[in-house]
């Protein structure tokens, strides 16, 4: 079996082909874009409103709120990017109970792009809130020893990023495409279901850890505004 | 390699484009709702208590007002409750001296009506009684019954006293009418001549006497010279009878009026009585008196 949906091309013209995962991920986006415009379609203003854009409401005040929780203290304004990244990351993971369905994040390519769009993003945000100056005065803090270690950081962290998706989204559909093959019945259903968790699991990881990458970046000039707005939440889990 | 470069920048093109997805399907609108349900949320709660702070004003205006109203209420009523007092009591004592002077007026009328009757009754009885009388003596009257008025008639005469026996001497001029002798039934000759020997023996002369005949004298003798009158008769008892049952009848008339009328005010309702306690007794009085 494939060990990454990258290996499964479907038409392919010189160095452009069209694999699995840019399949798999066109169709997450139409699923997410469409479903969204479906439900937005019609919003209520009211007191009373759908189910399903209550739904909404509920998922995306909740990462309006953790993003706030992790020390953001404009959320709306990093919404987009890591509320997309959560929701991308969570879906992809979320259909791998669809029979024949490959993961986008099951393949390293995906994890790698966002890793990337997380390492751009970073000192985007951060010299978007503090400077261009301000921010690369972060890197020689609190000496400028520490350059190449802060610059490794960066690196490591975004290879950490994507190898730690990547290795979870791939191990769970390895081991279900294992456990299919040696037990058929009933403890596949359970791998799925832990896969799902993990899924999750993976998706909060990734956006929070986002999360806290920017918060790092842009926090500099808050902490010198305000020293007691709190240690750097600079904790790498999983 | 398990790096496929293309489809990292596939892939990094996918999902810049889904994150512009997501913020022009999912996100703007859903916070745009959400900004708007607060906002109206908010300008509803403002508007809830701007409307509580005006309910608790016109609440405490209208708590002012009804204190003031009940204030009010009450002193009209109370200036009303007099009013009507004031009023009662005199409509009352319009109403008791109406009653009063009512009640006077038809107790006057009561009483004269009563003195009226008592008069009309008394005369009829009167009346009556002397008719029944007269006529029982009349029926009675005879030739017998004559003779012996006429000796009484004589011996009177024979008894008169000397003053009047002067006084009718004195009447009886020479040349004079002749004596008349008056009885109810025609005078046998004996009689009329012990008459005019006693009226000689009267007079000690010889004088004409001339007899008649008055049905109303009913049983009796009456005898006229000049104008004097000497007579008996059972007409002048019964007269003289009449005279004094008259003033005797008169008085009680007048004294049996009295007893009524203390009637009458004893027989007054309780309740004119309660209402009037002090009047009927002093007026009853009053009228006994008058």
């Known amino acids: 079996m494939p060990l990454s949906p990258d290996e499964i091309v479907f038409w392919q013209w010189g160095i452009v082909q069209l694999n699995a995962t840019i399949v798999y991920t066109w169709l997450l986006m139409l699923f997410l874009a469409v479903g969204a415009k479906l439900i937005t379609r019609r919003l209520a203003t009211g007191l009373t409103r759908s189910r399903w854009q209550n739904l909404l409401e509920i998922i995306v005040t909740a990462i309006e709120k953790q993003i706030e929780e992790v020390g953001l203290s404009h959320p709306r304004t990093y919404l987009d990017f890591l509320g997309t990244l959560f929701l991308f990351v969570a879906t992809a993971s979320l259909f791998t109970v669809v029979p024949g369905y490959q993961p986008p994040t099951g393949s390293l390519s995906t994890t790698v792009a966002l890793a990337l769009c997380v390492f751009v993003a970073v000192p985007l945000f951060g010299i978007a809130e503090q400077g261009l100056a301000s921010y690369l005065k972060s890197y020689i803090q609190p000496t400028f020893i520490m350059l190449p270690f802060n610059l490794i950081s960066e690196l490591s962290r975004t290879l950490a990023l994507a190898v730690r998706l990547f290795g979870n989204m791939m191990s769970g559909a390895m081991i279900i495409g294992i456990l299919l093959s040696i037990t058929p019945f009933v403890f596949p259903i359970v791998m799925t279901l832990l896969g799902l968790l993990t899924g999750m699991v993976q998706a909060y990881i990734f956006s929070i850890l986002a999360a806290v990458y920017i918060a790092a970046a842009t926090r500099v000039r808050a902490k010198s505004r305000d020293p007691d707005a709190g240690a750097s939440p600079e904790q790498q889990p999983g | ?290």
């Open chain 2, 1 to 290: 390699m398990l790096i496929n470069w293309f489809t990292v920048g596939a892939q990094l093109l996918n999902f810049l484009i889904l994150v512009w997805l997501m913020k022009r399907f999912l996100y703007r609108p859903i916070l745009d709702a959400i900004d708007a349900r607060e906002e109206r949320i908010a300008a509803e709660l403002a508007d809830a208590a701007a409307k509580q702070a005006e309910a608790e004003q016109a609440r405490e205006t209208f708590r002012d007002k009804n204190t003031a109203l009940d204030q009010q209420r009450a002193t009209l009523l109370s200036q009303a409750a007099q009013t009507a007092e004031v009023e009662r009591r005199r409509l009352l004592d319009e109403a008791r001296d109406a009653a009063d002077s009512l009640s006077a007026k038809r107790r006057e009328a009561l009483s004269q009506e009563q003195e009226r009757l008592s008069e009309e009754l008394v005369q009829r009885t009167r009346d009556e009684v002397f008719a029944i009388a007269r006529k029982a003596l009349a029926d009675l009257a005879c030739a017998g019954l004559d003779a012996r008025m006429c000796e009484v008639f004589v011996q009177r005469l024979q008894d008169l006293d000397s003053a009047t026996r002067d006084e009718l001497v004195s009447t009886l001029t020479p040349g004079s009418d002749p004596v008349l002798v008056s009885s109810a039934f025609d005078l046998p000759p004996p009689q009329r001549r012990a008459i005019q020997v006693a009226l000689a023996d009267l007079f000690a002369a010889e004088i004409q006497v001339r007899f008649e005949t008055a049905a109303q004298l009913i049983n009796g003798i009456e005898l006229s010279v000049n104008g004097r009158k000497l007579g008996w008769s059972i007409a002048d008892y019964l007269t003289a009878m009449e005279k004094s049952v008259g003033e005797l009848l008169t008085v009680p008339a007048v004294a049996d009026a009295e007893p009524d009328t203390a009637h009458d005010a004893e027989s007054t309702p309780p309740a004119a009585e309660a209402s009037t306690a002090a009047g009927p007794p002093e007026r009853s009085e009053s009228e006994q008196r008058g």
